[in-house]
């Protein structure tokens, strides 16, 4: 493609090409950080990341999306991402050529080079956000990647991953997120001590997802659904409508003992099954949910936080 956003008469045929060899280093670490680019794959990571290049174009930012490689079968079959692809530098390829791009076993047909997205600790904080995940240490691609995409369904501002986590532009992660990397800021590369000092001086509350915490989850909602109606109950110790930063840890060791001790309070999501505990990403989803009804119904409600 062009341009204008229509294919261009050549296509990629030769999976050897310098262009391919380059587009493929992407896939290692060392190239991405050089560059400073990632790969998108698949047509909704695609179709996201050129959404939110045009939205950046059209707002007079630069963009995101530096090239985009697809196949005719696939743009038959996603016709919108021709138009979406717009004004951006894209290419028809082969299916073969694709494939020597691509991180997949399987590509999908179509992949794009994008630039870096984070941005610093410092903005998200000073936007006022209401709900953000911070993960330390959590070293798997895949879960990174969904508790990225737990946390933009459940409306977080922001998700920061600390110098110890693993790299979000991994293409694993890239692809866990389904497209939510291109939803929300993310912070990479903070001290889990900078965040939460700097939380706690704007008034962000920090719980720390704990198996042996003092709180309990259920608990907690159950005392924001008795405010909410107006009924007495006892307070343990926290609203989960204030604004809230959730600390999630090492998918094996969890959140270390200097880790727990920074957060305002350890927060146990209840097992009542005979299930040791609960993963990662699954625990990080049930906490940010739980939040997030607070908040959206303290918003609906017009009440203040306790």
């Known amino acids: ?3 204008t956003g229509r294919p261009q008469d050549d296509v990629l045929s030769n999976p050897r090409a310098d262009r391919v060899r380059k587009v493929a280093q992407l896939a290692g670490r060392p190239a991405r950080l050089k560059r400073r680019e990632f790969l998108a794959e698949g047509p909704q990571a695609v179709r996201e990341a050129l959404g939110l290049h045009q939205r950046r174009i059209a707002a007079g930012e630069p963009g995101i999306v530096y090239e985009v490689y697809a196949s005719e079968s696939c743009l038959d079959r996603h016709p919108d ?5 717009e004004g951006t530098t894209a290419y028809l390829a082969t299916d073969e050529v694709l494939a020597a791009m691509a991180d997949t076993v399987n590509p999908q047909g179509v992949l794009a080079v994008c630039g870096f997205l984070d941005t610093v600790l410092e903005q998200v904080l000073d936007a006022g956000p209401r709900l953000i995940a911070v993960l330390s240490q959590v070293r798997d691609p ?5 508790v990225l995409r737990a946390a933009d369904a459940a409306g977080a501002d922001a998700v920061i991953l600390t110098s110890s ?3 979000i532009y991994n293409p694993k992660a890239v692809r866990s997120t389904a497209g939510s990397l291109f939803h929300l800021p993310v912070v990479l590369g903070a001290e889990v001590e900078e965040i939460v000092a700097q939380c706690k001086e704007r008034g962000i509350g920090v719980l720390a997802a704990d198996g042996d915490g003092e709180l309990n989850l259920d608990r907690l909602q159950d005392e924001n659904s008795a405010r909410r109606l107006g009924a007495p109950a006892p307070e343990s110790g926290y609203a989960l409508e204030n604004p809230t930063a959730w600390l999630f840890g090492n998918e094996a060791q969890g959140l270390s003992g200097e880790e727990l001790a920074l957060a305002n309070h350890r927060v146990a999501v209840p097992v009542y099954g005979a299930a040791e505990s609960l993963n990662l990403g699954t625990a990080a989803t049930v906490c940010l949910y739980a939040s997030a009804r607070a908040q959206q119904s303290q918003q ?5 936080s306790a």
Not at 81 to 85: D, F, K, M, T, Y
Not at 142 to 146: E, F, R, S
Not at 300 to 304: C, D, P, R
């Open 300 to 304: 609906g409600s017009g009440t203040e």
């Open 142 to 146: 895949g879960n990174a990647g969904t």
């Open 1 to 3: 493609m062009n341009e």
């Open 81 to 85: 991402l021709e138009a979406l692809a």
């Open 165 to 167: 986590s693993v790299d």
